[in-house]
């Protein structure tokens, strides 16, 4: 063979080889094709799967709006089909000592509360020693004119001005500071260029003619206030004073003996039933605070909200939404299960008749009848259980 045929040969197999790798080539691209396809269409597919998954989840676990406060409930108000000895274990409310310092009145909180007591008796003074100081309360007439002229609503008689408040135009207000009662103090103001209320009175310049009737001043908490205005709890200052602090320490107390028994007991098994209509309660409240936000933000012309959970502070989709109603409710149920196992534990009755007879004789016989047909008398029992219960473990507070 010669030297010539001995290169064509060479040249005749390498292009052999060079096509048998273009075909190999090409044959696993075409089986990447595929895999690379393949996986595509399972990706879709789990996706789809997920997807409606995702929404027979939801569907699932979506709580359905309960209205009906008593379900669940037996007529005396416990919760039906349940042993609640057997579902928590309770704290020991019994060997609890309270400390004082956890239950007894500040004075800063007595203090605050009579003074609010003194404020929301003010009276006026047309003493001539006292002075308008930003922040007072006080009485006036007032006549308005306009080029001389009286006008429509520039004039009344007894009113009650505060200081500062900004009720009305300009700088009307601190005109009247430093001034006392008995004074007639003439006041120059002009109206806001955009002021609504009268769009005749706008950019016009007015003056009043205003008569300081008195000042409102804060009494002080005297034998003679106490039997003027609170007979009904006290004769003397001294005796009011024990009886906000009185009021205070209950308070205190009531908090500490039921945050104590709620806290420290533990539910061993939930009543599925009973749960389910509380999660439904709950809801169908979120659902009602909805509409009404929305009502109000739509009178506002402010963007409304379009599910629950948008309302919901860190919550973000249904399925978050679902949890935290699954969290309140069990909270809701634990603290109707604790009140439950004491009542149970200690004895404890209630009298619905007389309970009823109570509440129709401060509220009347229509509210009565209203909370019967909105929450029924189931329910209403559950409320008693928990005030009797309450009643209980204070009487039988150890304080130290």
Do not use: C
């Amino acid at each position: 063979m010669s030297k010539k045929q001995t290169e064509e040969l060479s040249k005749s197999k390498a292009k052999r080889q060079e096509r048998q790798k273009e075909v190999s080539k090409a044959k696993r691209h075409k089986l990447i094709g595929k895999i690379v396809g393949i996986v595509v269409a399972v990706v879709i597919i789990a996706a789809i799967v997920a997807a409606i998954g995702l929404q027979i989840y939801k569907v699932a676990t979506r709580t359905t709006t309960s209205s009906d406060f008593s379900a669940g409930l037996n007529e005396n108000g416990t919760i039906a089909n349940i042993d609640v000895s057997k579902s928590i274990t309770l704290a020991d409310y019994e060997n609890l000592v309270v400390p004082m310092s956890e239950v007894q009145a500040t004075d800063e909180e007595v203090d605050s509360d009579i003074n609010s007591t003194l404020s929301a008796n003010q009276e006026v003074s047309d003493d001539t020693s006292l002075e308008v100081a930003d922040g007072d309360k006080v009485n006036i007439d007032y006549v308005g004119t306009i080029d001389g002229e009286e006008f429509e609503g520039g004039s009344a008689t007894g009113y009650d001005l505060t200081i500062g408040s900004n009720t009305f135009i300009d700088d009307f207000e601190t005109q009247l500071i430093g001034h006392k009662p008995g004074e007639e103090v003439t006041v120059e103001v002009t109206f806001p260029g955009d002021y609504s209320t009268n769009t005749k009175l706008a950019g016009k310049d007015a003056s009043f003619a205003v008569t300081i009737n008195g000042i409102y001043v804060t009494p002080e908490l005297t034998d003679e206030f106490v039997q003027a205005h609170l007979s009904d709890q006290a004769s003397t200052a001294e005796e009011y004073r024990q009886v906000v602090k009185d009021k205070f320490y209950k308070q205190h107390l009531e908090d500490y003996l039921t945050n104590y028994v709620d806290e420290n007991s533990t539910v061993n098994s939930y009543p599925k039933a009973y749960l389910k209509n509380v999660k439904g309660l709950l809801k169908y409240d979120d659902e009602y605070t909805l509409s009404y936000y929305n009502q109000m933000f739509s009178q506002y012309g402010v963007d409304t909200y379009e599910n629950i959970w948008d309302s919901k502070d860190g919550i973000n989709n249904e399925i978050e939404y679902e949890r935290d109603l699954t969290k309140r409710a069990k909270e809701t149920v634990k603290t109707a299960m604790v009140y439950q196992a004491i009542y149970e534990k200690a004895g404890l009755s209630i009298d619905m008749d007389a309970y009823l007879a109570d509440l129709t004789e401060t509220n009347g016989e229509d509210y009565v009848n209203n909370m019967k047909t909105t929450y029924g008398t189931a329910y209403m029992a559950q409320t008693h259980i928990k005030e009797v219960v309450t009643d209980y473990l204070m009487e039988n507070a150890n304080v130290q």
